[in-house]
């Protein structure tokens, strides 16, 4: 017959089975809403890469076209061009741009800088070549400035447009032979184009004096201004340079001789005086700075007309000079930088249809929309809160996600503590329901040992007793000493053992009341 330990402890176990298997399927369930949100968030980040990869080209593709697309209409309108013509230049911007380093949009806009120099399409479609070889060669980064320079070099000194590669190639050749720049000659000329032209210099031989005087210091504005302030004081002063240095600059009719001759002689009349009176006079005849001008070419007038007649020769030098910066890894990787971006341009081009057509289908919708609108104010109002709605359902459900992910990890949660907190309790109530017969076992085992220690202490006290008679016949004082030794000794044993034995007699009870309760105790 089970006694009611066991029927307690047979419950513990089964508290304890239970607790288990909760506590496993608990687990079971938090690893699988953990597994399922897992793939919700991995499926739906894989969606928006794989989309995000795939818009991403459109939409740089539309940012192309449209870049480009607006630079091709801002150019139609200020060329006024008749039908289709447009076509034609378009067709010869994208073709340029899939053979140089520069772009559609770029050259795009700096045809825009032509138009804006009164060049007609048919100039500017003449110019653009020249143009691209004329930056290159020149290292102009910034193309519709150089578009710029050249439209107001070849507007200063009355050139055809269609002489736009040479002029790249006069401005390419001067900066090689000076220690300028073609950016410095462009703003040279800023300052001394007009008076240039005006004394029927022309761009060859007033490049080639801003390409050796720049050796002098005199480069980019500071180079300009001079030559502008010599040119001007050497129109102006005429007849005292005549009076003064012996040079006609005028023939008999008035009109100015071959403008490198008088240069030349002027040049010999400034060499053959003395330091001190011949910058006098050129300070009197041509202020200060064109003085600095004066001597720089007076210095270098050989020079002058050698680069000179070398930049009259120079066509197809800038072609040639694009060509082979182009050669390199540079300008592989620019080239193909460029395709890449009228690959966009095209296919940009080719969605303009549809985004036409989509707008076409939507304007009456949007437009009927907004009187529609107009006319019920107070629906506005309600969309918001439709909206609002919409939204807030976003969060929830977003909410309920997460709460979702969190009732997971409540479940790992309350499955471990529901091992680490109850199971403590019931080992503990299985303990002190075997606890009686483990103190009884130990009270036994105290009781055996109690024995054995009393029957050795009597056997322990007889040897002493005998030992003490036999000694008697001894010293009276040794018999004393020994007398009082053995009582030292023995005492204490004594009267450990008699405690020991309370408390064996206390264990017996305890676990006597334990076993059978109150009332048979009583």
């Known amino acids: 017959m089970p006694t009611r330990r066991g029927v307690e402890a047979g419950r513990a176990f089964v508290v304890i089975e239970a607790l288990d298997r909760t506590g496993k399927v608990l687990n079971r369930i938090s690893r699988r809403l953990d597994a399922f949100s897992q793939r919700a968030i991995a499926l739906g980040r894989q969606l928006g890469i794989v989309g995000g990869l795939l818009a991403l080209p459109f939409a740089s593709s539309i940012k192309e076209a449209r870049a480009y697309s607006d630079a091709m209409l801002a150019l139609d309108a ?31 806009r700096a045809a825009n800088e032509l138009a804006k120099a009164d060049f007609d399409v048919n100039q500017i479609e ?55 720049s073609v950016k410095e000659l462009t703003q040279a000329l800023s300052f001394s184009a007009g008076s240039a032209n005006q004394l029927g210099f022309g761009l060859a031989k007033t490049l080639g004096i801003l390409s050796q005087t720049s050796k002098a210091m005199l480069k980019s504005t500071k180079g300009g201004t001079s030559l502008n302030q010599f040119l001007l004081q050497l129109a102006s002063n005429a007849e005292k340079i005549e009076d003064t240095l012996g040079v006609k600059v005028t023939d008999e009719i008035g009109n100015f001789r071959d403008r490198f001759e008088i240069l030349s002689e002027i040049v010999d009349s400034i060499n053959s005086m003395a330091d001190a009176p011949k910058f ?41 000079a694009r060509q082979k910066m182009e050669s390199g890894l540079g300008g592989t990787i620019d080239k193909l930088i460029s395709k890449v971006v009228s690959l966009k341009i095209k296919v940009g081009n080719a969605l303009t249809p549809a985004f036409q057509a989509f707008d076409k289908a939507v304007s009456p919708v949007i437009r009927g929309l907004s009187r529609f609108i107009s006319e019920n104010e107070e629906i506005v109002v309600k969309v918001a809160k439709g909206i609002g709605i919409l939204l807030g359902s976003a969060v929830a459900f977003i909410l309920i996600g997460v709460g979702l992910k969190v009732l997971s990890i409540s479940f790992a949660v309350l499955a471990s503590a529901i091992h680490l907190l109850f199971t403590p309790f019931i080992l503990l109530k299985l303990l002190f329901i075997t606890l009686p017969g483990l103190l009884f076992g130990v009270a036994k085992a105290a009781i055996v040992a109690t024995v054995a220690l009393l029957k050795m ?4 006290g007889i040897a002493v007793v005998k030992a003490m008679v036999l000694a008697t016949t001894s010293v009276i004082g040794f018999m004393a000493s020994l007398v009082s030794s053995v009582v030292a000794t023995v005492g204490p044993l004594l009267l450990f053992s008699l405690l020991i034995g309370v408390i064996a007699a206390g264990v017996l009870a305890i676990g006597d009341f334990a076993r059978k309760g109150p009332e048979e105790v009583r």
């Open 280 to 320: 006098k006079v050129l300070k009197e005849l041509f202020n200060v700075r064109g003085t600095r001008q004066a001597v720089a070419i007076a210095q270098m007038f050989e020079d002058i007309e050698k680069v000179t007649a070398e930049i009259e020769g120079s066509a197809g030098r800038a072609a040639v």
């Open 78 to 108: 200020k060329l006024r061009t008749v039908g289709n013509r447009i076509e034609a230049t378009d067709r010869l911007i994208l073709d340029l741009a899939e053979t140089t380093t520069f772009t559609a949009s770029e050259i795009a």
């Open 457 to 460: 202490a009597v056997v322990a």
């Open 126 to 180: 003449a110019a653009l070549p020249g143009l691209l070889d004329f930056a290159k060669a020149g290292e102009l980064d910034d193309l519709p400035g150089a578009a710029l320079a050249m439209a107001d070099s070849i507007k200063a000194f009355g050139l055809e447009a269609s002489n736009s590669a040479h002029v790249g190639d006069m401005f390419f050749v001067a900066a090689t032979n000076g220690t300028t």
